[in-house]
């Protein structure tokens, strides 16, 4: 049975491409230097995937930013005021990092989650005028490198239909605009792309169609149907694998069955194992390929390799012919395992990274074709995993348990209505109209990271970490008061992220020192593991938020990371519902909620910005989603008294579809991006009857230009036509830990005066 992958981390080794791009950014390398970087990166994962001994790789699934940007440049659709910027052999290097990190004076491309996943993508813009036309450089590129090194390689394309159904209207295009009207103008190039390909001797292509795994109208199926229609009828072309992921296939499976392609791929993990049922329901896939995605590309468990190796016994006789894969592309999990030596070596052995799993791709596929027998040991060392990982203690707490267990309706609702909390709080605080306040981090410079580092191996001790942090806390805290910010924050400077930093310390879960995995362009996370019932052994914040309010008389706000997001940034359990994993966090945070409040501690923000991306991709399991997501915020938030205002933050995610839930979750404030989408969160929250505070973001922290006082007071006279004054705050997009200071000093310093005049 032949093996593969859907596609691989591109982080490079020890994080590569990302030194090599911000490297660039500054000046200190060249152009010629990042391309060279890139083609080393790239050969070495070829070569790690031909050592591993896959039958087929994965390629043009390297990216210098994201994939989503890559096919908007193969198909020309570069928006007009990204075009003519630059000039030179590097125009097209710089054009491309404009659109996705703007310019001094060009904005970038909308920024938002990739599925269900924390992995952001560039919106593309498109409207009834964009025109499209090949540029292959890219795709032929890779395939070129992988041939070199004696590869049998499978370029991957994102699908005409994915490409649509994720761009949005560009600026001045109608809202109503339809992109998947502009399928059939798209068509023609990528037909000239698999002519194309085919001339340099490709054998096969990939399109991922991951839209498929939502729920789509007929109308969307129906179009699917054309373009593979016109795509597999091409008389000169690869053999075309049509790879869906994230979820069950649902009625895009019959389109896919009668499709004149050569392949399809399908996830059979978690909830996505009703693929099997039906597969079989519709009589399998006569005469295709099935790509069986039967090894989690999402999670770091080690494989259950005894079921997974049944379940492919099963499909066997659903498709001409079945080829062992992993669910979706490894970009998701981190690289290696190996390199994770601090680990824990009994929990070290529950899990795999990227390169083990396409192990475990392969050894799956050696036990189908030769026989049981010949992966004996790997079959007894999967088993031994399994039990020794359900036994463990670690799993278990029964004190965590029956606190769940107790918890009461009373628990997840705050005493008083939000008028009557919001006097309290207003004569608590004092606060002018439009509110000035930051998100809660500021710059993280090196000399920070470094201290950090120092203080981990042992190199600076408690004492002076602790006097280095607190410098930093009393220079953030005079520099907000100096632009004249009204609600302060610490600036965060001992975190290391957002929800690392509290996984270090609440039981349950653990870390890793280079599990890097890519959120977008050249920011990584290293997302902790849960590992077992998750509690509280110790505060977590309230030490450094006492200290930061000692040095103002202005509110400081309590920082921490709501239990959603916790889960949806980390590697979670998947041996329990998500839902009882949620409630485990929010008690733990109830605690340091309850433990700032006693301090002293007037505003405590909880962030929950992956509370859209948790939401299921099929609407039938989505009310179940929110109402247990809700309610572990509230448990996390409600047990605070009337004077005590409760904010959350959210960012680069769709709304639209959670407005009822973000209503639901309560809080005093909510602020939001909104910079990059031109205030429309605005007015959407203000049809959904969004009854409390805003604070729609008026300053894009992921792009290094400085908004003007006149765009920010622009943004804000548009956040008034639907949020009144008295409930409009004013505050960037998201936490300023990427930014210099410099930038963040000139931001602030606008943002400060644009709503000082219009108080």
């Given at each position: 049975?032949?093996?593969?992958?859907?596609?691989?981390?591109?982080?490079?080794?020890?994080?590569?491409?990302?030194?090599?791009?911000?490297?660039?950014?500054?000046?200190?390398?060249?152009?010629?230097?990042?391309?060279?970087?890139?083609?080393?990166?790239?050969?070495?994962?070829?070569?790690?995937?031909?050592?591993?001994?896959?039958?087929?790789?994965?390629?043009?699934?390297?990216?210098?930013?994201?994939?989503?940007?890559?096919?908007?440049?193969?198909?020309?659709?570069?928006?007009?005021?990204?075009?003519?910027?630059?000039?030179?052999?590097?125009?097209?290097?710089?054009?491309?990092?404009?659109?996705?990190?703007?310019?001094?004076?060009?904005?970038?491309?909308?920024?938002?989650?990739?599925?269900?996943?924390?992995?952001?993508?560039?919106?593309?813009?498109?409207?009834?005028?964009?025109?499209?036309?090949?540029?292959?450089?890219?795709?032929?590129?890779?395939?070129?490198?992988?041939?070199?090194?004696?590869?049998?390689?499978?370029?991957?394309?994102?699908?005409?239909?994915?490409?649509?159904?994720?761009?949005?209207?560009?600026?001045?295009?109608?809202?109503?605009?339809?992109?998947?009207?502009?399928?059939?103008?798209?068509?023609?190039?990528?037909?000239?792309?698999?002519?194309?390909?085919?001339?340099?001797?490709?054998?096969?292509?990939?399109?991922?169609?991951?839209?498929?795994?939502?729920?789509?109208?007929?109308?969307?199926?129906?179009?699917?149907?054309?373009?593979?229609?016109?795509?597999?009828?091409?008389?000169?072309?690869?053999?075309?694998?049509?790879?869906?992921?994230?979820?069950?296939?649902?009625?895009?499976?019959?389109?896919?069955?009668?499709?004149?392609?050569?392949?399809?791929?399908?996830?059979?993990?978690?909830?996505?194992?009703?693929?099997?049922?039906?597969?079989?329901?519709?009589?399998?896939?006569?005469?295709?390929?099935?790509?069986?995605?039967?090894?989690?590309?999402?999670?770091?468990?080690?494989?259950?390799?005894?079921?997974?190796?049944?379940?492919?016994?099963?499909?066997?006789?659903?498709?001409?012919?079945?080829?062992?894969?992993?669910?979706?592309?490894?970009?998701?999990?981190?690289?290696?395992?190996?390199?994770?030596?601090?680990?824990?070596?009994?929990?070290?052995?529950?899990?795999?990274?990227?390169?083990?799993?396409?192990?475990?791709?392969?050894?799956?596929?050696?036990?189908?074709?030769?026989?049981?027998?010949?992966?004996?040991?790997?079959?007894?060392?999967?088993?031994?995993?399994?039990?020794?990982?359900?036994?463990?203690?670690?799993?278990?707490?029964?004190?965590?348990?029956?606190?769940?267990?107790?918890?009461?309706?009373?628990?997840?609702?705050?005493?008083?209505?939000?008028?009557?909390?919001?006097?309290?709080?207003?004569?608590?605080?004092?606060?002018?109209?439009?509110?000035?306040?930051?998100?809660?981090?500021?710059?993280?410079?090196?000399?920070?990271?470094?201290?950090?580092?120092?203080y981990r191996r042992g190199e600076l001790d408690e004492a002076g970490y602790v006097q280095r942090m607190r410098a930093e806390v009393q220079h953030v805290i005079r520099l907000q008061e100096a632009l004249g910010l009204?609600?302060?924050?610490?600036?965060?400077?001992?975190?290391?992220?957002?929800?690392?930093?509290?996984?270090?310390?609440?039981?349950?879960?653990?870390?890793?020192?280079?599990?890097?995995?890519?959120?977008?362009?050249?920011?990584?996370?290293?997302?902790?593991?849960?590992?077992?019932?998750?509690?509280?052994?110790?505060?977590?914040?309230?030490?450094?938020?006492?200290?930061?309010?000692?040095?103002?008389?202005?509110?400081?706000?309590?920082?921490?990371?709501?239990?959603?997001?916790?889960?949806?940034?980390?590697?979670?359990?998947?041996?329990?519902?998500?839902?009882?994993?949620?409630?485990?966090?929010?008690?733990?945070?109830?605690?340091?909620?309850?433990?700032?409040?006693?301090?002293?501690?007037?505003?405590?923000?909880?962030?929950?910005?992956?509370?859209?991306?948790?939401?299921?991709?099929?609407?039938?399991?989505?009310?179940?989603?929110?109402?247990?997501?809700?309610?572990?915020?509230?448990?996390?938030?409600?047990?605070?008294?009337?004077?005590?205002?409760?904010?959350?933050?959210?960012?680069?995610?769709?709304?639209?579809?959670?407005?009822?839930?973000?209503?639901?979750?309560?809080?005093?404030?909510?602020?939001?991006?909104?910079?990059?989408?031109?205030?429309?969160?605005?007015?959407?929250?203000?049809?959904?009857?969004?009854?409390?505070?805003?604070?729609?973001?008026?300053?894009?922290?992921?792009?290094?230009?400085?908004?003007?006082?006149?765009?920010?007071?622009?943004?804000?006279?548009?956040?008034?036509?639907?949020?009144?004054?008295?409930?409009?705050?004013?505050?960037?997009?998201?936490?300023?830990?990427?930014?210099?200071?410099?930038?963040?000093?000139?931001?602030?310093?606008?943002?400060?005066?644009?709503?000082?005049?219009?108080?």
């Open positions: 049975m032949p093996a593969t992958i859907l596609g691989y981390p591109r982080t490079g080794r020890d994080r590569a491409m990302k030194k090599a791009i911000e490297s660039y950014w500054r000046g200190e390398r060249s152009a010629y230097q990042v391309r060279r970087t890139l083609v080393a990166e790239r050969r070495a994962v070829f070569e790690t995937l031909r050592e591993a001994g896959l039958s087929s790789v994965p390629c043009n699934d390297f990216s210098l930013y994201d994939q989503m940007l890559d096919t908007l440049v193969m198909v020309g659709a570069v928006p007009e005021r990204h075009q003519g910027l630059f000039a030179g052999e590097n125009a097209d290097l710089e054009t491309y990092f404009a659109m996705a990190r703007g310019t001094a004076e060009v904005a970038p491309l909308e920024m938002t989650k990739w599925f269900d996943t924390n992995y952001h993508y560039l919106v593309p813009e498109l409207g009834p005028d964009t025109t499209f036309a090949l540029h292959p450089d890219q795709p032929v590129a890779e395939y070129r490198q992988a041939r070199t090194l004696g590869l049998q390689a499978r370029p991957v394309l994102i699908g005409p239909v994915t490409f649509l159904r994720l761009a949005k209207p560009a600026p001045g295009v109608d809202p109503g605009f339809d992109p998947m009207s502009l399928l059939e103008r798209l068509l023609p190039v990528y037909e000239q792309m698999l002519t194309r390909l085919a001339a340099e001797g490709v054998a096969w292509v990939q399109l991922d169609e991951p839209a498929l795994v939502q729920d789509q109208p007929r109308a969307v199926l129906d179009a699917t149907a054309v373009a593979l229609a016109r795509l597999g009828g091409l008389a000169t072309r690869p053999k075309l694998l049509v790879a869906t992921y994230f979820g069950p296939a649902g009625e895009a499976l019959a389109v896919l069955r009668e499709a004149p392609v050569d392949g399809v791929g399908l996830d059979f993990t978690g909830p996505a194992v009703t693929n099997a049922r039906d597969l079989a329901t519709i009589g399998g896939l006569p005469g295709k390929r099935l790509v069986a995605g039967v090894v989690d590309g999402r999670n770091v468990w080690a494989a259950d390799l005894r079921r997974q190796l049944d379940l492919l016994t099963t499909l066997q006789g659903l498709a001409e012919e079945v080829v062992v894969s992993t669910s979706c592309s490894l970009l998701h999990v981190p690289l290696d395992l190996e390199a994770e030596t601090q680990l824990d070596p009994d929990l070290r052995r529950w899990f795999a990274f990227a390169r083990q799993k396409t192990r475990e791709v392969v050894t799956l596929a050696r036990g189908i074709t030769a026989g049981t027998t010949t992966i004996r040991d790997a079959l007894q060392a999967s088993d031994a995993v399994l039990r020794h990982r359900a036994g463990s203690p670690i799993t278990r707490d029964p004190a965590v348990r029956d606190r769940v267990d107790a918890v009461t309706a009373a628990d997840t609702h705050r005493p008083s209505a939000y008028p009557e909390r919001a006097g309290a709080q207003a004569r608590r605080l004092a606060l002018p109209a439009l509110p000035t306040t930051t998100i809660g981090s500021f710059p993280q410079t090196q000399a920070l990271r470094s201290a950090r580092a120092r009204d609600v302060l924050v610490h600036g965060e400077p001992e975190r290391n992220d957002m929800v690392q930093y509290f996984a270090e310390q609440l039981a349950g879960f653990v870390t890793t020192r280079h599990g890097w995995v890519q959120s977008y362009g050249t920011r990584y996370v290293r997302p902790p593991v849960v590992v077992g019932d998750v509690s509280r052994p110790a505060p977590m914040t309230v030490g450094w938020t006492r200290y930061a309010q000692s040095l103002t008389g202005k509110p400081v706000k309590g920082m921490l990371t709501g239990p959603v997001t916790m889960l949806c940034w980390s590697f979670v359990r998947d041996d329990q519902p998500l839902e009882e994993t949620a409630q485990q966090v929010a008690l733990a945070l109830r605690d340091e909620v309850a433990d700032l409040e006693a301090a002293g501690t007037a505003v405590i923000q909880v962030d929950e910005p992956a509370l859209r991306e948790g939401l299921p991709l099929r609407a039938a399991d989505r009310a179940a989603y929110l109402g247990w997501a809700t309610r572990a915020f509230r448990l996390a938030t409600s047990g605070v008294r009337d004077d005590t205002q409760i904010h959350t933050h959210m960012c680069y995610a769709e709304f639209g579809e959670i407005l009822s839930a973000v209503v639901d979750l309560d809080t005093d404030v909510l602020s939001v991006e909104a910079a990059r989408s031109h205030m429309a969160v605005a007015g959407d929250l203000s049809r959904a009857g969004y009854p409390s505070g805003v604070g729609p973001g008026v300053y894009d922290i992921h792009s290094p230009r400085v908004p003007g006082r006149p765009e920010i007071t622009g943004l804000l006279r548009q956040a008034l036509e639907h949020v009144p004054a008295g409930r409009l705050w004013v505050n960037p997009d998201c936490g300023l830990k990427t930014r210099d200071e410099p930038e963040v000093r000139a931001s602030l310093a606008n943002l400060v005066a644009a709503a000082g005049s219009l108080r």
